[in-house]
């Protein structure tokens, strides 16, 4: 049997509660891959959570389903999904217990659990995977609920179809999840074209940071008072990294967050030059090799000196 095989037979055998989780700081795959499966899986199942520790952003809202998740996970679950995660530490709970686990995720990092795990770092998406388990599963019952979040997570993580390791992958799942009556525009529109006016304005104080070192990186920053000054929080800075990332003969675009006192959340984006995957596990992060992260503790300055001297040691190397 092959992963995909064995995963729906497990899957369809179990018959106590199931758990469906993926990482912090929800982005677009996290959600989409969360809730396409329980949209789906409600079909067939009763004891059945989807868990997100943190808020869905309000981008998001409209996916179906996004009302109905959990932020804290029951007690124990005989089968946990875990989606989009490299590890179980990523979905931020340090208490889950479960019987068996299931992990479906396209990160090029991250731990093996067992023969339940269906891994591709090649996948443009995770909600790309979580369609070839419904698939395998019951084609019929891939209804709209299930392939608006599975596309909206696709759109999301391939930066709306603009990078992907895989594109005849991306494409072959948009084309088949189109075909599902899905409205394809409308949901461009209320994820790309829906942005409040504040998010405008933390963005204007990031611009003002923008700096590029030796033509090969740019990076911005941003601070607690930023989000405090325009009442917005990181969650409405997500897709800020486009903007260092855009400048043109840069390689890799950088975003520094303030989380907490002394705490920086970083954002790498890259253009296919060096690993950023690589560098962000150095530091106890991951991703894949355009599009990683990590977190680290310091001051501002530390920090930013941290991570730019150790991508420009890759960018030299990589020549
Ligand atoms: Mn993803």
């Given at each position: 049997?092959?992963?995909?095989?064995?995963?729906?037979?497990?899957?369809?055998?179990?018959?106590?509660?199931?758990?469906?989780?993926?990482?912090?700081?929800?982005?677009?795959?996290?959600?989409?891959?969360?809730?396409?499966?329980?949209?789906?899986?409600?079909?067939?199942?009763?004891?059945?959570?989807?868990?997100?520790?943190?808020?869905?952003?309000?981008?998001?809202?409209?996916?179906?389903?996004?009302?109905?998740?959990?932020?804290?996970?029951?007690?124990?679950?005989?089968?946990?999904?875990?989606?989009?995660?490299?590890?179980?530490?990523?979905?931020?709970?340090?208490?889950?217990?479960?019987?068996?686990?299931?992990?479906?995720?396209?990160?090029?990092?991250?731990?093996?659990?067992?023969?339940?795990?269906?891994?591709?770092?090649?996948?443009?998406?995770?909600?790309v995977?979580?369609l070839?388990?419904?698939?395998?599963?019951?084609?019929?019952?891939?209804?709209?609920?299930?392939?608006?979040?599975?596309?909206?997570?696709l759109?999301?993580?391939?930066?709306?179809?603009?990078?992907?390791?895989?594109?005849?992958m991306a494409?072959s799942a948009a084309?088949y999840l189109?075909?599902?009556?899905?409205?394809?525009?409308?949901?461009?529109?209320?994820?790309?074209?829906?942005?409040?006016?504040?998010?405008?304005?933390?963005?204007?104080?990031?611009?003002?940071?923008?700096?590029?070192?030796?033509?090969?990186?740019?990076?911005?920053?941003?601070?607690?008072?930023?989000?405090?000054?325009?009442?917005?929080?990181?969650?409405?800075?997500?897709?800020?990294?486009?903007?260092?990332?855009?400048?043109?003969?840069?390689?890799?675009?950088?975003?520094?967050?303030?989380?907490?006192?002394?705490?920086?959340?970083?954002?790498?984006?890259?253009?296919?030059?060096?690993?950023?995957?690589?560098?962000?596990?150095?530091?106890?992060?991951?991703?894949?090799?355009?599009?990683?992260?990590?977190?680290?503790?310091?001051?501002?300055?530390?920090?930013?000196?941290?991570?730019?001297?150790?991508?420009?040691?890759?960018?030299?190397?990589?020549?």
């Amino acid at each position: 049997m092959n992963d995909v095989a064995r995963i729906v037979k497990r899957i369809k055998d179990e018959d106590g509660r199931i758990g469906i989780i993926s990482h912090f700081d929800p982005d677009g795959d996290a959600i989409g891959s969360v809730l396409g499966m329980y949209n789906f899986l409600k079909k067939f199942k009763k004891n059945l959570d989807p868990i997100l520790k943190d808020e869905i952003p309000y981008l998001f809202k409209f996916l179906p389903g996004s009302d109905e998740v959990k932020s804290s996970p029951a007690e124990y679950y005989d089968l946990l999904l875990l989606l989009d995660a490299s590890d179980i530490t990523r979905t931020g709970f340090d208490n889950l217990k479960f019987g068996d686990l299931v992990r479906i995720d396209h990160h090029k990092t991250g731990t093996n659990y067992s023969s339940f795990d269906y891994l591709n770092e090649n996948a443009p998406s995770t909600t790309v995977l979580v369609l070839d388990i419904l698939r395998s599963y019951s084609e019929k019952d891939i209804t709209r609920e299930v392939a608006e979040p599975l596309y909206a997570g696709l759109l999301t993580d391939t930066g709306g179809f603009r990078y992907s390791r895989d594109f005849s992958m991306a494409f072959s799942a948009a084309l088949y999840l189109s075909g599902k009556g899905i409205d394809c525009q409308e949901i461009a529109q209320k994820i790309f074209l829906r942005k409040k006016l504040q998010v405008f304005k933390l963005l204007a104080l990031a611009l003002e940071t923008l700096t590029v070192v030796e033509d090969r990186i740019a990076y911005i920053v941003l601070r607690k008072e930023f989000f405090e000054a325009t009442g917005t929080d990181s969650s409405d800075s997500q897709s800020f990294v486009t903007y260092p990332l855009s400048v043109d003969d840069v390689a890799v675009g950088i975003k520094f967050t303030e989380a907490g006192d002394n705490f920086w959340k970083v954002s790498l984006r890259g253009k296919n030059r060096v690993d950023l995957a690589e560098i962000a596990e150095e530091f106890g992060g991951g991703g894949h090799k355009n599009a990683a992260g990590l977190r680290m503790e310091g001051d501002e300055n530390t920090v930013v000196s941290t991570v730019l001297s150790r991508i420009l040691k890759a960018l030299k190397s990589e020549k």
